[in-house]
């Protein structure tokens, strides 16, 4: 098989997409949010990660819906160029990507922060900096390799860090008293964590980016998206409950499954915990090594980004240069230290393609005719509405960093645009 010929092949099922949302979902949040929730809302936190999911819902119902009009790659950049043209869907391919790559960065510092509570070496700033640029590089050459080996390496991850945290709730439900309550909290403390929830289920979306190596993408996706939210809320539920039940008083801040953890098991209990959240950022990662340069992938197909982008390595039939440039760039935002500036803005840019993505769903129905269902309406317009709502708390801090992500990636649109017709022109002639 030579370059010109060379496809990306359909090889993922729905298992395997329904790793994508659940890592996406299931990363470092999950560590911390008991305590956080336990503190704020008391016996009523297990029910505020159900209303996150209830707050999430319509956008997923939304990108589930968009999920069946197309099957290439690309998720939002795909249903914002159909809907909007090439600008927009741009917007909202960059947005996402920039997001990604730094938030790639410093989840990997937390994932080596974790494991030097085990392994103090790694304390050392130069130590751990390598192994930063290490577990990236390994990242990046396992989705180098090929989508079938990403994917299983991805699964065992999964195992090792959900199995873990399902011991704690079996042991802990099974072994002291839940107290499962229903006090309703104030409405202030309500508001302060509510967005919180909807945090925890941001990246529900990773599924729909690399449609075009699934199986089926139009009946997987809607399929992955629906039951991996509605597992994950259940998850996030019984983790809090088993919380409350083991260490409700035991602190702990990032660390409060630890501490849960020691509560019932002692030294060991943390260690296992430590090593789970480790894994648990680094699936997270992982997860986001497979899926986002599949999006720069689309966008190359697209013509909004240099056909480099685009280009399938003959030997493992993988985005060679997409997967490269992503690795590399992470490497890149790991040195910088003022990255953190730019990951304030990283939820922010998300909201944007949440909402490019709600707006895109009615206006292709309504060009192309489409006879919809009866709540595809109401479910981009409450999507539309959480989206915006969300988007009111951001800081201006976040706001200011969104209009530089913005400018830089709109001169890159351009570049790409004129390199094109530079293209275009000199094949014509």
């Known amino acids: 098989m030579n370059e010109k010929t060379a496809t990306l092949p359909r090889t993922v099922g729905f298992w395997g997409t329904a790793l994508f949302p659940v890592n996406g979902m299931i990363g470092s949040g999950i560590f911390a949010m008991p305590a956080i929730l336990v503190a704020a809302v008391g016996n009523f936190a297990p029910w505020m990660m159900l209303l996150g999911a209830l707050l999430i819902l319509p956008l997923a119902w939304v990108f589930a819906a968009l999920a069946m009009r197309f099957d290439g790659h690309g998720g939002p950049v795909l249903y914002a160029n159909a809907a909007f043209g090439k600008f927009l869907g741009f917007q909202s391919g960059w947005m996402r990507y920039a997001s990604a790559v730094v938030a790639v960065a410093a989840n990997t510092h937390v994932a080596i922060a974790y494991l030097a509570v085990l392994f103090p070496v790694l304390e050392d700033p130069l130590i751990g900096s390598a192994a930063v640029i290490a577990f990236i590089a390994f990242v990046t050459i396992i989705n180098l390799v090929g989508m079938r080996a990403s994917v299983g390496t991805l699964g065992v991850m999964t195992v090792v860090k ?49 449609a075009g190596e699934l199986k089926n993408p139009r009946r997987t996706i809607p399929l992955a998206l629906m039951t991996t939210l509605a597992a994950v809320a259940l998850f996030y539920m019984a983790v809090i409950w088993a919380y409350l039940a083991i260490a409700p008083d035991a602190g702990g801040g990032e660390s409060a499954l630890a501490a849960a953890a020691n509560e019932v098991a002692g030294q060991a209990g943390v260690i296992v915990i430590s090593l789970a959240a480790a894994f648990s950022i680094s699936a997270n990662t992982l997860s986001g090594g497979i899926v986002v340069p599949r999006m720069t992938f689309g966008m190359a197909e697209q013509g909004t980004l240099p056909a480099a982008f685009a280009h399938v390595s003959p030997r493992f039939l993988t985005p060679d240069v997409s997967v490269l440039f992503y690795g590399g760039a992470a490497i890149f935002f ?35 005719g489409d006879k919809a269902p009866w709540w595809h309406l109401p479910a981009a317009g409450l999507a539309v509405i959480a989206t915006i709502w969300v988007s009111t708390h951001a800081s201006v801090e976040a706001y200011q960093m969104l209009g530089l992500i913005f400018v830089v990636g709109t001169g890159l649109y351009f570049v790409a645009a004129r390199q094109d017709r530079t293209v275009d022109a000199s094949t014509q002639a």
């Open 162 to 210: 959900l199995a873990p945290l399902a011991v704690l709730v079996v042991w802990g439900l099974a072994t002291r008293d839940p107290a499962i309550g229903f006090t309703l909290p104030e409405f202030s403390d309500f508001e302060s964590v509510v967005l919180l929830t909807f945090y925890a289920y941001m990246a529900f979306e990773n599924g729909n980016f690399p």
């Open 334 to 368: 790991s040195f910088w230290g003022g990255f953190a500036a730019l990951a304030v803005a990283s939820t922010l840019s998300r909201l944007v393609m949440y909402l490019l993505s709600a707006l895109a769903l009615p206006v292709l129905e309504r060009r192309d």
